[in-house]
């Protein structure tokens, strides 16, 4: 299994970024997958998932309304749209695989997931 991220960078304020997750080694269309994040000096917070088909997302308060998750399941590949960013968004971001196939629960819990990529920086900054 290969989690591949990319697409973070430096931000101001109210800016916006694109996260991309390209994932291999695995029935990627049969898997949930979610994004994490680990801010300097803190522990791994889970910021959002996405059930295996795409059709239902869900979202850490910290960022609901601001953050889209997708799945495209040609492609192998999930995103992560971050509008409208603030300082406390800075973090190293990861794609995480969740352990089991056509299921999705406790998906807030980073325990649930076999697998991280090695994360994208994403600061926010002016």
């Known amino acids: 299994v290969q989690l591949v991220e990319s697409g973070g960078g430096l931000a101001p304020p109210g800016g916006s970024l694109t996260l991309s997750c390209a994932a291999s080694?695995?029935?990627?269309?049969?898997?949930?997958m979610s994004w994490a994040r680990r801010a300097p000096g803190k522990g791994a917070e889970w910021v959002a998932g996405i059930t295996h088909d795409g059709t239902n997302t869900y979202y850490s308060d910290a960022v609901k309304g601001r953050f889209t998750i997708s799945k495209n399941n040609a492609n192998n590949t999930i995103y992560l749209q971050m509008n409208n960013l603030k300082p406390e968004d800075t973090a190293q971001y990861f794609c995480?695989?969740?352990?089991?196939?056509?299921?999705?629960?406790?998906?807030?819990?980073?325990?649930?997931?076999?697998?991280w990529g090695k994360g994208s920086q994403v600061t926010v900054s002016s």
């Open positions: 080694g695995f029935w990627f269309s049969q898997f949930a």
């Open positions: 995480l695989k969740y352990r089991l196939k056509r299921y999705f629960a406790d998906y807030d819990k980073v325990g649930e997931y076999d697998y």
